[in-house]
């Protein structure tokens, strides 16, 4: 069993061939998902995608990218957001000084009132950084210090400081199809230092199309080649990277119940 911690199934790339994707994914062996929220007027289109599914659950939150459109954001927004059972994580959320689509000042608050609303909700917040590591770090020292709340640092590309400073704070780590990638050296020696039962798989579908599928559209059946990779990093058997991956999953997400 593999559980793909972050695809992205709503709009139109995949408008035409979900239920096909949905097909793929469960012969590839992928038995659970979790979809995520860019922007809370997604939630409609996101539900639809979760609706009737058992093994596919759903975030609430606002990518860093648009953190401009939600300047003024607040916890109990998200809060309120949780009640339904299909939600199970905050974001994803946070940092990105790469593009900085939305100013830095902006992208902070708005990233700190998803950790309140993780705080309080008990969920897990799924975080997005990039280029913004001594900040990111920063942060969550300081909201820690206000009350512990779990973390998830997606698609995890930044360096081992913050990857070190997040998992003293008990940080999980899912790594995605860059992992494969040619020139991602990095990204694997950070991956083999991060502990075994702190690591989960994610697409992050339709971006970062694994090795061999550079160029195409991402989806979830292609998660076997990201195990396989992590697999290969950490030398350990596929199935091991598997079991230890679901399982942190699920101990993570406590409010998912495994299908």
Known sequence: MLVDSHVNLHGERYEEDLEDVF???SEAGVSAMLTISDRLDSTDAIKQVVEGRS????????????????????????????????VIGIGECGLDFHYEYSDRDVQEKVFRSHIEAARETNLPIIIHTRNADEM???????????????????????????????????????FSGIITFKKADDVRSVAERIPLDRLL??????????????????????LPHVAEKLADVKGVSTDRIAEATTDAFFRLFTKAKKP
């Open 136 to 174: 990111m770090a920063d942060i969550l020292e300081q909201e820690f210090q206000q009350g512990d709340f779990s973390i998830l640092m997606h698609c995890y590309t930044s360096g081992q400081a913050l990857a070190d400073r997040a998992l003293a704070l008990g940080a999980y780590f899912a």
């Open 201 to 222: 798989l994610e697409t992050d579908c339709p971006y970062l199309s694994p090795v061999p599928h550079r160029g195409k559209r991402n989806e979830p059946s292609f």
């Open 55 to 86: 093994n596919i659950w759903r975030s609430v939150g606002v990518h860093p990218h648009h953190a401009k459109d939600y300047s003024d954001l607040d916890a109990q927004t998200l809060i309120e957001m949780t009640t339904d059972p299909k």
């Open 23 to 25: 097909a793929r994914a």
